[in-house]
């Protein structure tokens, strides 16, 4: 079955320190791969995402992803990590379902960043 | 400008009572989604619709219903079958490239609660 895994539900750094943040997909092909944010009591934005070509992509606010096939993973990094980066991470897969293509998530991590 | 809107923002239901939360788009996707989000659990997948008049059972669907007789609406009935009904709802749409469905386009979401 196709799943989503982030490791960590909760990553705390202090500000200006990187920030990784990990996704691992279980699928026979492969996906299409995202990364959203989301704020409280709001709807997601997409960060970046991947599709076919070049595996490190860059995304908005400084955060780049690499798709690396052989792990299956997709792990979010920024170098600098800022206060507004506070917020809600979530690794997201498109697949192909039983007769249609469908986007499953992960679980999310809550990023934290100390002063 | 283009987008999804969901209506309402709010939503509170009593319980034993069905309820129907509304979900447009006007970016031509074909694509449509719902999910459910509830703390610590990410987004689940309840039905998911790749053309109109065809809709498929996510990993949540008991419960719940859809209908999808416009490209542009794809509306969800909350049954008072729902045993825990009470949870933020998301809607999104995308577009189909290759073989998969790109990036899901998210509303603000709706907050349902049941009284």
């Known amino acids: 079955a196709q799943s989503v895994t982030q490791l960590g539900s909760h990553v705390s750094v202090s500000e200006g320190a990187l920030v990784l943040l990990r996704c691992n997909y279980s699928?026979?092909?492969?996906?299409?791969l995202f990364w959203y944010v989301q704020y409280p009591n709001q709807g997601l934005q997409l960060l970046l995402k991947?599709?076919?070509?070049?595996?490190l992509v860059k995304g908005i606010n400084g955060f780049e992803a690499e798709f690396k096939k052989s792990e299956t993973s997709f792990h979010l990094t920024k170098p600098s990590a800022h206060m507004s980066d506070a917020a809600e991470y979530f690794c997201?897969?498109?697949?192909?379902?039983?007769?249609?293509?469908?986007?499953?998530f992960g679980s999310g991590t809550r990023l934290s960043i100390r002063p | 400008d283009g987008g999804i809107t969901q209506s309402p923002k709010y939503l509170f239901r009593k319980e034993g009572q069905n309820v129907t939360l509304s979900c447009e788009q006007n970016?031509?996707?074909?694509?449509m989604y719902w999910y459910r989000q509830d703390p610590g659990q990410g987004l689940r997948l309840i039905y998911y619709?790749?053309?109109?008049?065809?809709?498929q059972k996510g990993d949540i669907a008991e419960g719940y219903s859809v209908s999808r007789e416009k490209k542009e609406s794809f509306p969800l009935t909350v049954t008072s079958a729902q045993k825990n009904p009470t949870a933020f709802y998301l809607c999104?749409?995308?577009?189909?490239?290759?073989?998969?469905?790109?990036?899901?386009?998210f509303g603000q979401g709706t907050r349902l609660t049941v009284v």
């Open positions: 997201a897969v498109s697949v192909r379902g039983s007769s249609a293509s469908k986007i499953i």
């Open positions: 619709s790749q053309i109109v008049n065809d809709f």
């Open positions: 699928s026979s092909v492969p996906p299409y």
């Open positions: 999104a749409s995308s577009i189909t490239r290759g073989p998969l469905n790109t990036e899901a386009f």
């Open positions: 970016l031509n996707h074909d694509a």
């Open positions: 991947y599709t076919t070509g070049a595996t």
